[in-house]
């Protein structure tokens, strides 16, 4: 079968108080790609300065008016992430907590990746690392890592795919906040993709049950033709949902090792999910 992002033959070749407190910023009047690189100038020139620095420093370094400085500063004082003590500007508390969670992102990737591979090892399929983008209500492939068998199922990393209907969407449309997911379900339109697309919202709305209830999310043939999913939840320190571990296949190799690709998707979901905090 020759269908890219499908079955083919192969080529030659988090934290809500910090998300709230940035859109206070941006309610503040401050925007623009300006304003943007003065912002990320004042906390370069700050990180730099273990004691701080006054506006007048700040106005010198940066070659910026103080009135436009003071514009930044300020809102930026209120939601924490910078703080002014005795007439210095210095990092807040939300600042690190931002830096902790781009750094903690970076490691999740590397643990996450090294895992993928050990699963290739025991279910030569493609492995596939999935997180929700809740703009777009669309499941991401973060990570992909194609199968070396010659028939197989090759998507690019990045690439999308609706919540509704592929096994990692909705894996992680499963276990979204209640109220997140009831408003999805009710505006969103189920235009079917291949036969076996659920169309019906009820339908959907009992799978997604049964994927809570068992951790395990099975798409046959219902996002693209001939091609089946399993996925299984990564879960954070929180016990929230980070991302989807998804293996993915021909069906027809499914049918014959479908026991397979469920127990090692599980087991190694279950050790990502260890590796990065997560207690039962």
Not at 248 to 254: L, N, W
Request: with cysteine; proline share 4%; charged share 25%.
């Amino acid at each position: 079968m020759n269908v890219r992002a499908s079955i083919e033959l192969p080529s030659k070749d988090r934290r809500v108080a910090a998300k709230q407190k940035v859109q206070k910023v941006g309610d503040s009047g401050v925007g623009g790609p300006r304003s943007l690189q003065r912002m990320l100038g004042i906390f370069d020139q700050i990180a730099r300065s273990p004691d701080g620095l006054s506006l007048a420093e700040l106005n010198g370094r940066l070659k910026s008016p103080k009135s436009s400085l003071l514009t930044l500063l300020r809102p930026l004082v209120v939601s924490g992430y910078l703080a002014h003590l005795n007439g210095r500007y210095s990092l807040g508390n939300e600042i690190f907590a931002l830096a902790t969670n781009i750094i903690s992102a970076r490691k999740f990737g590397a643990v996450v990746r090294s895992l993928m591979l050990e699963a290739q090892k025991q279910c030569p399929e493609t492995v596939i690392l999935a997180v929700v983008d809740h703009a777009a209500q669309t499941v991401i492939y973060s990570d992909v890592l194609e199968s070396p068998q010659l028939i197989r199922y090759s998507v690019a990393a990045g690439a999308s795919r609706p919540l509704f209907t592929s096994a990692a969407g909705q894996l992680l449309l499963a276990y979204q906040d209640e109220k997140w997911r009831d408003r999805y379900l009710r505006t969103v339109k189920l235009n079917p993709l291949t036969k076996r697309t659920i169309v019906d919202v009820s339908q959907l709305r009992k799978k997604l049950d049964l994927i809570r209830r068992t951790g395990l999310s099975i798409s046959i043939s219902e996002a693209i033709e001939g091609a089946t999913g399993a996925a299984a939840p990564i879960f954070g320190s929180d016990g929230s949902v980070l991302a989807a571990l998804l293996i993915a296949g021909p069906t027809e190799r499914h049918a014959r090792e479908g026991r397979k690709w469920s127990e090692v998707v599980r087991d190694f979901a279950e050790q990502a999910s260890r590796a990065v905090g997560f207690v039962e």
